[in-house]
């Protein structure tokens, strides 16, 4: 008999500060309902210098390996697009940091924000290959655009952490996915730069492109039809987009995308991504853990989930949510973690922003800002040191 594997548990983490959009509207000289409503964000996490994806992944993971321990977590799988190294996987800090087995497999993955789906995906082969394996799948950003672009609106960063597992206590995996590739320039960031190259308007309509042509590819393989999701969850760079990639779905689906639909399927899985911004590869389990967090009860029903990733890949695909799931839910840890966040005006944005870390190989010293339960607290000799702040080990 096949064996039920998804996911075992999921947390949250995300960075120091949050600007509120209105700050930036004044200095982009437009109304803050372009933000609010036009994009569908109302916040964006900016991170403290001694926060980055390591620390976010690690204090995402550090909640499920303290709850479950760390002995059969056997492969961890990083996905990012905001790596610290272009060779070294940021997945061994996390390793380290966190006090797993040294008999751990640790790998970065890559592919715009399709990268957390593919880990998943991944780790979810592995454990059908040896139910006995548990792998820690992480999805950390930060999303960074430039001053006075339109992208910089939909900024954001966070860490989403799921332990994979056979027999899942939250949600399984269901078999079949619909798949899209095709080489466009949307968005991608060479290694010469800090931001990324968008033509933003070009995204949006490749994304539309790529929900109709996964949906397709799910129903050409025996996917389920519309009518048995009981929910949806999008990759959201900014939420209206989500409303934008819903209404195509149900479009040629011959359903009419009208607002009451709209909102009944989409208005609790776009609660912490609105407060939060973008978070590239975490984004779409930001969106599925406020689901999780904010819907009525799913057990037993079934979910979409749409991953897009520019550049471009998509993937569409379900998972049924298992009975008794609420239990495991870090609802009040999640909420914690977007309504601690330290308010920021527009100028203090920009002086985090621009106190980045030296570039020229020189070593330095990091003051502790954030709060959260690791740092970066030094780089030597080409080095990174990472601390914890609360140690934690098992
Ligand atoms: N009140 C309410 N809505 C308003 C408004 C106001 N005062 N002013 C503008 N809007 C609406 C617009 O009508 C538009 O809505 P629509 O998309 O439903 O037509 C929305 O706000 C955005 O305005 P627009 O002028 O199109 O935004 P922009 O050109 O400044 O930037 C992006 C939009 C998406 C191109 C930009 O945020 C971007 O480049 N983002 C990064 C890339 C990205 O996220 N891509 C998505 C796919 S991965």
């Known amino acids: 008999m096949a064996v039920a594997v998804g996911i075992h548990d999921i947390a949250l983490a995300t960075g120091h500060y949050a600007m509120d959009l209105a700050e930036l509207a004044v200095r982009h000289g437009v ?37 479950h321990g760390a002995n059969d977590i056997r492969t961890v799988l990083l996905a990012t697009e905001t790596g610290v190294d272009q060779s070294k996987a940021a997945a061994v800090y996390v390793q380290e940091l966190l ?15 399709y990268g957390g789906t593919s880990a998943l995906q991944l780790a979810a082969g592995l454990v059908h290959r040896d139910p006995g394996h548990r792998v820690l799948v992480l999805a950390s950003d930060i999303a960074k655009y430039d001053v006075d672009s339109a992208g910089e609106a939909t900024q954001g960063a966070a860490a989403v952490a799921m332990l994979v597992s056979a027999d899942p206590a939250v949600a399984v995996l269901e078999p079949g996915s619909g798949l899209y590739t095709a080489d466009v320039q949307d968005f991608w960031r060479p ?69 009451l639909r709209l909102d009944a399927d989409l208005a609790h899985f776009t609660v912490y991504n609105r407060m939060i911004g973008n978070s590239y590869t975490a984004s779409l389990f930001v969106g599925l853990l406020s689901l999780l967090d904010h819907a009525e009860d799913l057990s037993g ?7 897009y990733g520019s550049g471009c890949v998509a993937e569409f695909f379900g998972m049924s949510v298992v009975p008794g799931y609420r ?17 920021v005006g527009y100028e203090r944005y920009r002086q985090l922003r ?9 070593s330095f010293t990091l003051e502790s800002r954030g709060a959260g339960p690791f740092r970066l607290h030094a780089v030597r000799e080409h080095s990174r040191i990472y601390q914890a702040r609360r140690l934690i080990r098992v």
């Open 191 to 259: 290694n010469y730069r800090t931001t990324p190259v968008v033509d933003g308007k070009l995204s949006v309509s490749v994304y539309l492109e790529a929900v109709e042509q996964a949906w397709k590819d799910y129903e050409a393989h025996g996917g389920r039809s519309l009518g048995e999701f009981a929910a949806f969850c999008y990759h959201q760079p900014f939420t209206k987009m989500a409303y934008k990639a819903h209404s195509r779905l149900l479009e040629i689906n011959g359903v009419a995308p009208d607002r």
């Open 99 to 113: 006090g797993l087995p040294s008999c751990t497999r640790a790998v970065e993955l890559k592919q715009a924000c």
């Open 327 to 343: 239990e495991r839910l870090r609802t009040a840890a999640n909420q914690a973690a977007i309504a601690r966040r330290e308010p």
């Open 31 to 67: 109304a803050a309902d372009k933000y609010y409503i036009g994009l569908g964000q109302h916040r964006q996490t900016v991170p403290a210098a001694d926060e980055d994806i390591v620390t976010m992944a690690a204090a995402a993971a550090q909640q499920i390996v303290a709850e």
């Open 354 to 362: 621009e106190a980045e870390l030296p570039e020229d190989g020189s």
């Open 301 to 307: 029903r079934s979910v979409a989930l749409l991953s």
